[in-house]
């Protein structure tokens, strides 16, 4: 098996912001608020809404039906929010899915997918066509089981995972508001978009929905609109026997407007004043709790839980049909629903091309701006951005690796437009400030340093969202490397959807010392080595850790975690850039003829050990070569030829070092090597102590040597 | 680098319960709710109090100040709700600190550990003596940089992460207010204690705060009291930064009772008027938000972000010590303060000694009840409980083994007094629910079947409490094997920990079909077995599953994941319940002196494709051998004979088959032979389809076999 890069969604081409530039001027409001933003689309006669409400409804029902798998029961609740907020609210272009300007829209309640793919097939867009309905939860289709960015165009993130939608929501809004306040004038509002997202009971009832709404309501973010799917049934039962709490109230401690559409399933009129109340109001995000009846229509299941997550059975689909009047075949959209939709297509072309325009005037006004602007659009990255990394020789002072770290987080701030990010509540330790910008804050979103608190999950799953509203947006976020056990959800849904984070994770290991075992990683190396289209990059010294950027910053379509040290480590003869590049490489060998006696593999603060371990065993005679393995993936990704010139089969004398656990390095030390780790938890003392006590040391390395 | 089983606390000895039962009758109130229940001690006068917390201060101070490391600030804020705490309202016995019904404290703020040493060694227990406080930090010591309850008596989970304590707390209130309904009778309350915990800041930004919070508000637990050390700063700097939200309000529409000290700095008569009002609350828990000052009486660095993380500075310590008129040397304890504090050896023994003497009448009284209590006061499991647990032939139809764990479960909630637990919301998914006990709620919280909602990081941590709460208390929880990643951490503590919980994981694979790659694992097997002190069980059939949960209950210091199918499998030929204890055993062989030409090795679901491949090669005339794999530490744990017995050196025609990441088997297969599993995402299909699509079928073993 091997591990496939995920495709992109079919965004723009790299190159569509630049020619759209070259368009010729087309007229429209070249500045300023243009007077659709605000406004909502004029509401169809609510028959014709009914009817589509219902053919969004069936075509749920149906395709459940078929796959005889799926969840009917969100789908048949939210289909008049659906209908209204698609029709007559959200500003899009389903010719092109990938449109800078578009409002976006998530569904956190991820298993209600096929409320999504009906509204994307009523929209128009070609990612969604019958077919694709009725191939729902099939081998290949691009109507999956939960939402996937990167099956289906016209689906932002990825979700399923319960509270991530609602926290990619906030990254999303984030994003918003950040552009908005930094390329924005007086006379041009070139980025105006707002974020929704529906979320149910389960999606609440995760901390991270939380950590993410505490975060949302801090920072303001008034373009961010949520409904609450309040429909009282989770998958055991009612959501009495767990979950009573007062949800309004809890958002409004957390610093939301709040409202509550008391009918969700006829009140049409009460879902479209909440969505206009809930834009006007600039400062604070909102939350719309919408209560719907799950499974609505269905007479015998609805408001239970058996028709959340299962075909309704034939005879409850008649049943059904019988109950809503609705005798069409299977998959059918009736005529005048079809015809209704259809505006959306010529609609959404004129938003886009009024944009466009606007955007070929801002231009010639702010060349600047618009540069950067278009490098976050397009995510091309500047010439020769590579050239800020700082470089450092052998001589260059010990200093640790989240240090150096740090150094070009700064380069690359510097040069790259769309470089942001920040630390759960640990950027002094973490060393992730960049020291030209200040806070992002309510108040001055344009800067961009985001304080995520004590959020690790919420901080993952936001990052997600801004890597994935533009293509030049490259977040980092940080913690210490054994908290990646808090947002691992986050970081495998980035490797999932192909959201190019950057995940800072420094204290790497024991060698962060009294904080102790709850403090130390010895599992998380390999427990994210294991998981697929992910870089796990730990670097040895300043040279590696330039190297494991520039790596992290060109994977834009998988992340990346840089495990760094706490502690000084020196810079060492032999490391590259260039090797770090192929993921494993020789720093140093005193042998002839790709045979050395020995082959010592270390990685991150342990090459150091190997390094002089090396040298010992070379003063007696040894031939030794010594191998960093700054990237196990990257390595594996190289010729059969390149493995085999740093790996030599026949040399089966192989040692490696490395402050974690030894499981899975059987993989390049083989059964006559030897692994040397930590197969058991940590311990709080000081850090030199337990590497002594735990046998990671030059004298370990060489006793080890010698008798192999 | 061996595995060391974590040290079990010195609580009773299994054997204390039932000989404290021997003892004399001693005098006292046989039963009904003591006096002392709810009873304040009397304070000391003011001028004792003030010493006594500067005591604490600089017990703080000096230990951090000679380890140079630690976290001065917390300890310096909260040491006069410490004092008060403590010295007037715990019910504790110093030379036993694992008396049963003594009341839980935990310092879910765990860096601020020095304030709990502090007070463990003022109250008398023996596990703290003042050169453990010198000896803060330090290799090998009992006062380690975060409060371990396996390294420390007294300590009652190990905190540090943050939020998790706060989450143990609610679970150690389940537990109390569990037992107290199961085995307290109109004329005997035999189970009455609080559970009390400090959080910080950090604790509340935590997304698992609010998911147990959340819970313990729906559970009325009202006999936990939280205290939310209210300093107003976080690492990095103010929390105006990141969390300006109304906790109270939020804890307000939790369900909790709230109460707010504005001094807590000074104000003992308010804290101690907090404490008493929150025990008057019945119904639901308290949170008491007492705002501090950060690092109190540092003249230059209180209510900074520098006195929470680092050593004062031996200046900075001198004028603390100016500040506070406190002219003593390091680690000094005046006179009056520890002869204050020596009542508490009496008065515990005391406390201890009427307990005893009710249950010796409760015993007789209530002989059955009193012998489950004891079971689970003592640990000790019912003669023959494993008797209980359901057999298999290889006639018995075909089923998922989660359905067999269902069975497994409810078989062992017959015989095993203490056995509990429940899932995040998927309990009719996960096949969790004990069919002869309802739901424990706020007003039946005597049953057994635990709601735990969307929740499942709050999950994994309220079931290490149940397991640390007494020894007989066998929590399991449950969700799908992918959201294992929602609960990473409380996972890691249980193993760092010794908490026996059993994590029952459902939908192991992509063999849960059409949901698709956000809910199919594949690298959670390898990512869970890189960690220390945790068994990853994979049964295969009815007899493994048996065998697993056999295993789970025994092992009581270390934790078990059960990786269960979704799909059905069938009892196969050669499986075996004392294979399984072995982690690894031949389940069929036709080959002879130990050299079969090809071994299958294969876990779970995939077992039965690796005999049906053999089946087939056999037919063909190959000697085969195939092995079962279940759990890879328990196989490593065996003689190296044992392990040669199956897997023999020589025979390096080795196949793996298991639906998860090849990372790892090379430790098995080693480099001749051959993994086959998956190395990249799975797929929204059903899931025979992606079994056949990614190449997990006999046909591809038997290819692979002729081809090695």
């Avoid at 691009?142 to 995972?161: D, L, M, S």
């Avoid at 020291?435 to 993952?460: C, L």
């Avoid at 060492?572 to 020995?598: C, F, H, Q, R």
């Amino acid at each position: 098996m091997t591990t496939p890069t995920p495709a992109r969604i079919p965004t723009s081409p790299a190159s569509t912001a630049a020619a759209l530039f070259r368009r010729p001027f087309v007229a429209g409001r070249p500045g300023g608020r243009p007077a659709t933003a605000l406004r909502a689309r004029p509401a169809a006669a609510t028959e014709l809404v009914e009817r589509s409400v219902n053919t969004i409804r069936f075509l749920a029902v149906d395709a459940v039906e078929k796959a005889n798998s799926g969840h009917p029961g969100l789908p048949m609740g939210c289909a008049p929010l659906g209908h209204v907020l698609f029709d007559e609210f959200l500003r899009f272009n389903p010719t092109n899915p990938g449109w800078f300007d578009r409002d976006r829209f998530v569904l956190s309640a991820g298993h209600g997918c096929m409320l999504h793919y009906a509204l994307l097939h009523l929209a128009g867009y070609k990612g969604v066509t019958m077919d694709d309905l009725k191939a729902f939860r099939q081998w290949g289709s691009r109507t999956p089981g939960h939402p996937e960015n990167f099956e289906t165009a016209g689906v932002e993130v990825t979700t399923g995972p319960l509270g991530q939608g609602f926290a990619n929501s906030v990254g999303l809004a984030l994003a918003e508001k950040h552009l908005a306040a930094r390329f924005n004038k007086p006379d041009f509002t070139i980025v105006d978009h707002y974020t929704y997202v529906i979320l149910g009971d389960g999606c609440q009832m995760e901390g991270v929905a939380n950590e993410a709404a505490s975060l949302a309501g801090h920072w303001g973010l008034g373009k961010l609109i949520a409904f609450y799917d309040d429909n009282h049934i989770s998958i055991d039962g009612s959501t009495d026997i767990a979950f009573t709490e007062d949800v309004l109230a809890r958002y409004e401690a957390l610093g939301w407007h709040t409202i509550w559409v008391k009918n969700g399933n006829t009140g049409y009129d009460d879902i479209r004043a909440a969505i206009k109340e809930a834009k006007e109001v600039k400062d604070k995000p909102t939350l719309i709790k919408v209560t719907t009846i799950i499974g609505y229509g269905s007479p015998n299941k609805a408001s239970t839980h058996s028709v959340h997550g299962s075909a309704l059975g034939s005879k409850e689909v008649e049943a059904t049909r019988k109950n809503l009047l609705w005798p069409h075949e299977p998959f059918h959209v009736p005529d005048e629903v079809k015809s209704h939709w259809g505006h959306h297509l010529d609609e959404g072309a004129s938003l886009e091309a009024e944009w466009n325009a606007k955007f070929a005037e801002y231009e010639k006004k702010y060349q600047q701006e618009a540069a950067e602007l278009n490098s976050i659009i397009s995510g091309e990255l500047p010439s020769e951005w590579d050239k800020a990394l700082p470089t450092y020789t052998p001589e260059s002072p010990a200093d640790a690796t989240r240090n150096l770290s740090q150094q070009c987080l700064n380069a690359l701030a510097k040069v790259i437009p769309g470089f942001l990010g920040g630390s759960a509540d640990l950027a002094s330790s973490n060393m992730t400030l960049l020291k030209m910008f200040g806070d992002f804050q309510k108040d001055t979103p344009e800067e961009r340093n985001i304080r995520f608190g004590v959020r690790e999950h919420a901080m993952g799953a936001i990052c997600n969202a801004i890597a994935l509203h533009s293509p030049g947006l490259i977040p980092y976020c940080s913690t210490f490397f054994v908290f990646t056990d808090y947002m691992r959800a986050p970081i495998r849904l980035s490797a999932l959807c192909g959201s190019g984070v950057i995940y800072v994770m420094t204290h790497d290991s024991i060698g962060l010392g009294e904080d102790g075992p709850t403090h130390q990683p010895v599992e998380q190396l390999f427990s994210l080595r294991a998981m697929p289209n992910i870089l796990v990059l730990r670097p040895a010294d300043g040279t590696e850790t330039s190297g494991a950027y520039r790596l992290a910053v060109i994977n834009r379509q998988r992340p990346s975690i840089l495990a760094l040290s706490r502690q000084k480590l020196p810079q060492l003869e032999g490391t590259s850039v260039e090797g770090a590049a192929k993921g494993g490489y020789v720093i140093s060998d005193n042998s002839l003829g790709n045979k050395p006696e020995l082959i010592l593999i270390g990685t991150g603060s342990e090459l150091e050990i190997a390094a002089k371990a090396a040298d010992e065993l070379r003063k007696e005679g040894k031939c030794v070569r010594v191998v960093s393995l700054i990237c196990w993936e990257l390595f594996e990704e190289q010729s059969e030829e390149y493995k085999e010139s740093v790996l030599p089969c026949d040399v089966s004398s192989r040692i490696s070092i490395e402050a974690g656990v030894t499981l899975g390095w059987e993989k390049y030390v083989g059964q006559k090597g030897k692994a040397i780790g930590i197969d058991r938890f940590g311990s709080s003392a000081p850090a030199g102590k337990i590497y002594k006590e735990l046998g990671l040391t030059v004298e370990n390395v060489i006793a080890t040597a010698k008798s192999l």
